[in-house]
């Protein structure tokens, strides 16, 4: 248990013994989180405050019986009261050098607890999914990397997790794709770069079809033949798809980021008739002006908004009506309990409908949208290329791969090439992703190369760099860490670092509260600095016997926390750079 869930414990049963303890309220909320200020304590609580507030008492005097009758046993040093009636508690060092002791000892979770087995879920998460015949671009890459990252920290709390693709490889786009690849097609350019080739061919209709009404409707006769499934324009989709996947696959195995599937729009194809009709017997959609609709009247959210279209004029079905299948397969399919989905905050219009029509329909899975902002420029504006085009995503992880390579040359010149190659990928396509992933996602982060490559400040390469350092000093020693029986925390520096290594469990799973990897990367830097101080006033391989062996423990567990830790981030580390 965390130390705050046994301070926890210990408060309830202090209140009990209060003379407020008639007045308790029923599920009250006794909140312990880290002190503001770490000359008073390790934790603190505001319970008393709270309390006296809803009592109308005087919250120090409450403080102080509270903490009369808390009764610390091993875990902290009697409670101390602060301000106005704040209760502050400190780890005691044996209570430190315990947990360290279980944190050595469970070399795989490192004391992150797991979920019990009613917390499990099935959650299916959906995200990364590009437009394929369309290069993925850089505002993909928010989805991709959190997405990834909340992945692999539910995997490692016990959830029962399955990534799903939804890739967009059925629509409008293709009767353009279509009518360019009869008319325009480069095939040498196709078999260089199929997905520059496939964009140039979109670009050329796209200006093509303009001034061209002719154009535009054999676009759309080539659309309506697909769908009515042309073998023609079906080889054509069939190659297009498949050639997109496959540059696809090759920036997530770059990212090493998997998906379980890859169930995309056009997965749901024969699903939407059946679906549109039984939502239109269901009396849930209505027709409004030639096309199928459903409205929201009792929702004070979207009743005034556009209604949710499910079938167009034209017989075609929306975006909508695809995701609302999906909706539909996940859960009776996948059994799925929820479903996240972590896309651009200017689709939620579009997610609040889907997921309005899923309640009406009564499906019981809960959904969760997870938007985020947009990336910008140093110039403030969105990020774009020099001529105002999208930035494509491979070249913004090539160019990171490339700029780290020039960082890791001058700062060690002596590694060999397969050396530096290796190492320029890590810290390259780590910088893209914590950079990503240290911001709070709702907010608009500025891509700046300088920022996020620096070796100073909360980066990657730092971070990075904290972890090379803990392996440095092994390879100095000679051999690994060979473990302890005991463990003795004297000095303020130790006793710091045993503390923020313990709080590894509490940093992982606030995580998912409110789908914060930025919490998580806080914590990784709090600990590199932590490390960094400890390092400055403990010297490790100059000093003898037990201290020697408390201090390697506490190198080698900084050591594992940081390479876990970054890797519940999707970011690997190198021993050496
Ligand atoms: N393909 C969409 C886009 O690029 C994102 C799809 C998100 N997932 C979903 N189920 N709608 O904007």
Not at 430 to 436: F, H, L, R
Request: charged content about 25%; glycine content about 6%; aromatic content about 8%.
């Amino acid at each position: 248990m965390t130390y705050p869930k046994q301070i926890e414990t210990l408060l309830r049963s202090a209140l009990q013994q209060t003379s407020i303890s008639a007045e308790l309220p029923e599920n009250l909320d006794v909140q312990v989180g880290p002190a503001t200020d770490s000359r008073f304590g390790d934790y603190q609580s505001n319970v008393a405050m709270v309390l006296a507030k809803r009592l109308k008492t005087n919250p120090r005097a409450l403080a102080e019986e509270i903490s009369k009758h808390f009764n610390p046993g091993e875990l902290c040093e009697p409670a101390q009261i602060a301000g106005p009636g704040f209760i502050n508690f400190r780890i005691t060092a044996s209570s430190l050098e315990a947990g360290l002791i279980a944190q050595i000892n469970d070399s795989e979770r490192l004391s992150l607890p797991k979920l019990s087995s009613e917390d499990c879920k099935k959650i299916v998460i959906d995200f990364s999914a590009p437009n394929i015949a369309k290069p993925m671009h850089v505002g993909h890459i928010r989805s991709t990397i959190i997405g990834d990252c909340l992945a692999r920290v539910s995997r490692a709390l016990g959830h029962n997790v399955i990534t799903d693709n939804h890739i967009g490889d059925w629509g409008t786009q293709f009767g353009m794709i279509i009518y360019g690849w009869k008319n325009f097609l480069d095939q040498a350019a196709l078999n260089k770069n199929p997905i520059e080739a496939l964009l140039e061919i979109y670009k050329k209709v796209n200006d093509a079809s303009k001034d061209d009404d002719a154009i535009r409707q054999a676009c759309r006769d080539e659309l309506v033949k697909l769908q009515q499934g042309d073998a023609e324009n079906l080889s054509i989709w069939n190659q297009c798809v498949a050639l997109s996947r496959n540059s696809l696959e090759k920036i997530y195995a770059l990212l090493d980021v998997k998906f379980d599937h890859w169930l995309g729009e056009s997965f749901y194809n024969d699903r939407l008739a059946p679906l549109v009709k039984k939502l239109k017997e269901d009396g849930l959609a209505e027709e409004s002006d030639g096309a199928l609709c459903i409205f929201f009247p009792d929702d004070p959210n979207l009743a005034e908004r556009a209604p949710c279209m499910i079938q167009k004029r034209d017989g075609g079905f929306n975006y909508a009506t695809t995701d609302i299948a999906t909706i539909e397969y996940r859960s009776e399919e996948f059994c799925a309990d929820e479903i996240w989905y972590v896309v651009g905050a200017e689709q939620k219009l579009h997610f609040d409908q889907i997921f309005a029509v899923a309640k009406k329909c009564d499906l019981d899975t809960s959904l969760d949208f997870i938007p985020f902002g947009s990336i910008m420029g140093k110039d403030g504006k969105r990020f774009k290329t020099r001529s105002g085009d999208t930035v494509s995503l491979t070249d913004v992880l090539d160019e990171a791969v490339e700029r780290a390579g020039k960082i890791i040359a001058e700062k060690n010149p002596d590694l060999s090439a397969s050396e530096m190659e290796e190492i320029s990928r890590i810290i390259g396509i780590g910088s893209v992703k914590y950079a990503e992933l240290s911001q709070n996602r709702l907010t608009n982060y500025i891509f700046d190369w300088d920022n996020m490559l620096s070796l100073k400040g909360n980066t990657a390469p730092y971070l990075i760099n904290a972890y090379v350092r803990t392996r440095a000093i092994f390879r100095k020693l000679g051999h690994e860490f060979q473990g302890v029986d005991s463990i003795q925390l004297t000095e303020t520096a130790e006793k710091s670092l045993a503390l923020k290594l313990a709080q590894y469990a509490e940093a992982v799973p606030t995580v998912l509260t409110d789908f914060r990897p930025n919490l998580l990367a806080n914590y990784l830097y709090e600990l590199a600095n932590t490390f960094h101080s400890f390092y400055e006033h403990c010297p490790v391989l100059r000093s003898e016997g037990d201290v020697r062996t408390t201090r390697l423990a506490l190198c080698d567990t900084t050591s594992k926390v940081l390479k876990k830790g970054l890797g519940l981030l999707g970011i690997e580390t190198t021993d050496r750079m």
